[in-house]
């Protein structure tokens, strides 16, 4: 009863068009299934993100830089449908999107999973500030529906961010590495890891996953993976 009370109340909705999806009739609408764009093979064997041709093995940001994170995995490919879907999952109350984005990630990033088997799942934090208006951290949502999912250990407590940096959209790439510089900090000191998956909704240059990579690696944590619910092409950044 509770739960077809809270359908009634607040219905879910589509990430794809946004649309009301009938009372258990699945996460997302049949015709939208195919909206998103899946990065599959085509990626950079770096960070992840979707190349443009097929002959490159990492995409231009990676050759011409170190990163402090191992290796980077993502879904999809940060289009426009995808940017309108995480716009409203961030800033709309759709947190609801959620439970069918850790599915998606959780279902075709699976062999990768497996493959780097990560010790446990860690959620790139917000500001309190923005958690305060938001009400929740996006990341937070998907790093635990990926362990409720996988089985694997969930610490979005581990990090925290001391400083509210600016919308990373809004500055070069030079910018976001100066821009992160010292935003996060270990909030807790008894956990003991030897490798670890930070979760993400969008990866553009790295320049958040890598500050938070250092900050864990500093820690003693040894291997950092990244894993991200889409990412930008490379000609895009």
Known sequence: MKEILTELIFPRRCPVCDGVVPFRKGLIHPQCVKAFSVIGDMRCMK????????EEELCVYCRG???????????????????????????????????????????????DLRRLSPQA??????SRRKHRKRGYNQA??????????????????????????????TLDSAGRIKNLKKAFKIARNDVKLNSIMVIDDIYTTGSTVDEAAA??????????????????????V
Not at 148 to 167: Q, S, W
Not at 215 to 236: E, H, N
């Open 47 to 54: 960070c992840g993100r979707p190349l443009k041709h097929t």
């Open 65 to 111: 830089r170190t990163h402090n994170f191992d290796l980077g995995i993502a879904l999809y490919r940060y289009d426009d449908a995808m940017s309108a879907s995480i716009f409203r999952y961030k800033y709309g109350n759709r947190r609801e999107y959620a439970e069918f984005f850790s599915r998606e990630m959780t279902r075709l990033l699976l062999p």
């Open 121 to 126: 799942l860690t959620a790139i934090p917000i």
């Open 140 to 169: 937070a949502l998907l790093s635990s529906g990926i362990g409720a999912l996988t089985g694997i250990p969930v610490y979005n407590d581990l990090l925290i961010r001391v400083r509210d940096t600016l919308p990373q959209k």
């Open 215 to 236: 900050v864990l690696k500093a820690y003693g944590i040894g291997r950092v993976y990244v894993m991200t619910l889409s990412a930008v092409m490379q000609r895009d």
